[in-house]
């Protein structure tokens, strides 16, 4: 059989004592045929793993089997438990003669730990917009964690102004073989399963994993949740996610907790949400509870919409209808509590910016209640946006930055640094690594340092 791990390896959900292996077969992975995703055979293959706290696989060397079946994609996910806290660790799989590549995990930091956090921040990777170079940087900087805040992948295909071609597949994907090849599209890029092999990642989805600006049940039709059930599957079956989807749902929403340093709520806003809710009362409820007792110094949203109101010049009010200028009121409530330590991140937009939470978004001199960092995207295009317009309108918004990147961040017990890192193209490999602003918060406000922002 032809090399089967063509989509790479991958960990994730990292906690202090374990972590998530993960690897997909596929022999054929642009393969179209529904009956063999990913050119495989329907049946069980057996797939052996090792993991090691060297790269050699002699140190602590723990191994296993386990069976990579076709209702799952041929997707392996081994639950590794046992382990170190804070520690570096190797694996690699075994299958059909053929051997993966070796990966880079990290346990979670002891609960009693204040070791600064390393953790990076992607989001928004539209294929056909560009090469994924700000993962090759990422994956240099192998961080303890990775988190992705959405637009893994886009269910439509891009007609004009392509950088690179989906290749063979359908237009819009619907149906459960349609997601995965999608997936395997975009997993088959070297820059991506680099930043995968690199470092640990704890992802949440937005809308494009499934459909454009949907929410919850969409329309309620049989057709529309057969179609999310089918997307909600295909994401599993590519992430290094703890939790299988059961009756179409897929519990998304959890804590990934670092030491006495950092609490990361990675939110859901996509499947619980209606007309008149983000988040839905059970996970708004989880949300404000857990903010309230949460014993660390940084109470850390994780997740895709921005969350500050954004006034953008000659918009129509409700524009924004999507993201949480929608949901004043929900947001308002998270607001209310007025925790120390509020951070947010977020994606979504395409382009970077970064502000302060407001008690009162209207009245500049209320109080900060916290402070925003919101990714750009890794390839998608922004759209035409006037930064420094927006920054006047809205006070609270102190940066913009309007290029690829990623954030890369480091939490500890005294303050918060994020710098914003970013290429200057996508539409050809070999772009070199910038950093245009460094921001910091002591736990109030917003410090600029070495800031280069056009
Ligand atoms: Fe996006």
Known sequence: MANPFTLGVASGEPLPDGVMLWTRLAVDPLSTDPKRPGGMAPRAVEVSWQLAEDERFTQGLRQGTIQALPVWGHSVHVRVAGLRAGTDYFYRFRASGGQSPVGRTRTAPDPASSRP??????????????????????????PD???????????????A???????????????????????????????LQAAHAAAPWVPTWDDHEVLDNYRGKGDGSAAFLRRRGAAYQAYYENQPVRVRPEDGNLQMYRRRTYGTVADFMVLDVRQHRDVTTMLGPTQEQWLLSRLVISPVKWRVLMQPLFFARRVVPGDNPGVRRDSWDGHPAERARILALNVPGLVVFSGDVHNAWAGELKSDFADPGSATVGVEFVGSSISSRPPETDGPAVLARNPHLKFFDPRRGYLSCTASAEELRVAFRAVDFVDRRGAPLLTVGELVTKGSGLTLENTSSK
């Open 161 to 191: 102004g392509v950088v690179r071609a989906l290749g063979p597949l359908p237009g819009e994907t619907s149906r459960l073989h349609e997601y995965r090849q999608r997936y395997a599209r975009y997993k088959t890029d070297p820059d």
């Open 145 to 159: 964690v990775v988190f992705h805040v959405g637009d893994y992948i886009y269910e439509s295909r891009q007609a």
């Open 117 to 142: 956090v390393r953790f990076a921040v992607a989001n928004c990777q539209r294929y056909e917009h560009g090469y994924y170079t700000a993962y090759r940087h990422l994956a240099d900087e192998r």
